[in-house]
């Protein structure tokens, strides 16, 4: 998720995107993405199960900004929000 485009980048799991997404939306959980007013789904992959999903969220955090910011382009070079294409 992301504050706006190039702004501030949130890297997080969940077994129901499109609830975690409006609970982030709608800032009804105290924390970073309501600090930083991360509102905005930018880049998701989905799995099978949540050991590879908890791999991965370690592996994309554990990156560089570059690293995440050429994810982000690569599939979505206008910084659409996805949340409605859930």
């Known amino acids: 998720m992301a504050s706006k485009r190039n702004g501030t980048l949130y890297t997080g799991v969940t077994s129901d995107l499109p609830k975690r997404v409006a609970e ?32 991965r969220e370690k592996q994309i955090k554990g990156g560089s900004r570059k690293k995440k910011l050429q994810l982000i382009e690569h ?10 294409e859930l």
């Not at 924390?31 to 880049?43: C, I, Q, R, S």
């Not at 599939?75 to 409605?84: C, Q, S």
């Open 75 to 84: 599939t979505n070079p206008e910084w659409r929000d996805l949340y409605e």
């Open 24 to 55: 982030h939306k709608s800032e009804a959980i105290e924390g970073f993405t309501k600090k930083y007013n991360v509102h905005a789904l930018v880049y998701y992959e989905r799995f099978e199960d949540m050991y590879s999903a908890i791999e």
